[in-house]
């Protein structure tokens, strides 16, 4: 059965989008010609709306430039999945550079992904959740961490973001994720928490529940 390689964490810090995406294809490159081995990124990014490749993404940009500017916050296409997202301070970004060839199942991975962040919110008290035909996780209806990967011979880029105490008013510049206001609202730890933890004890938990899940999701085919 093969064993999953030991899982590197390294922090960025404070980062601009078009910075950290350069970076993430660099790793990539570097994890497909076998030069590092699988590495959980984290970072924490400046205020930006990232549009994703699904149809229909950009109409999801409520603000105009005008509104943007003096709001501070930049607008970036890329080529994760999923449809329009709010990055920004207050975030928690989690860039996993992972091999999966021996799984070839992003929707497994996706699964492991959410996995990860419900048991990590369970240690903070929170009954996170899946939501049939709904990307992310969420607390009832108040979504609370998005989810959009890439990969590139199935090494896996992109990844999550959990709003830990974002401004959450930033989110009224889009229709985050595609889901209008009647499925749902977006949510932090901040917002359901009256002691909410520091960015920094959440990645402590995010790495450690994801180091703890990886062998089994990489064993799943023997």
Request: hydrophobic share 40%; aromatic share 8%.
């Amino acid at each position: 059965m093969k064993q999953p390689s030991d899982i590197s964490v390294q922090d960025w810090g404070r980062t601009a989008y078009a910075e950290a995406f350069e970076r993430q294809k660099e790793q990539v490159q570097i994890r497909i010609d076998g030069e590092a081995g699988d590495t959980l990124i984290f970072t924490e990014h400046d205020a930006v709306y990232t549009i994703g490749m699904r149809a229909g993404s950009a109409a999801h940009l409520l603000w105009d430039p005008a509104k943007l500017a003096a709001q501070g916050i930049t607008v970036a296409e890329t080529n994760r999945g999923g449809d329009i997202t709010y990055h920004g301070p207050g975030q928690v970004v989690g860039y996993p550079i992972m091999d999966i060839s021996a799984v070839k199942d992003l929707h497994a991975y996706l699964r492991f992904l959410e996995e990860v962040m419900i048991r990590a919110l369970g240690n903070f008290g929170l009954a996170a959740a899946r939501r049939e035909g709904l990307t992310g996780i969420w607390l009832g209806q108040r979504k609370v961490a998005a989810i959009g990967v890439a990969v590139r011979r199935w090494v896996t880029y992109h990844g999550f973001a959990l709003n830990v105490a974002p401004d959450l008013a930033h989110f009224d510049g889009i229709v985050p994720c595609g889901i209008a206001n009647t499925e749902g609202t977006v949510t932090s730890l901040a917002q359901e928490l009256s002691d909410p933890p520091s960015t920094d004890t959440v990645q402590t938990v995010l790495a450690q529940e994801f180091q703890s899940l990886w062998p089994g999701f990489m064993n799943r085919v023997g």
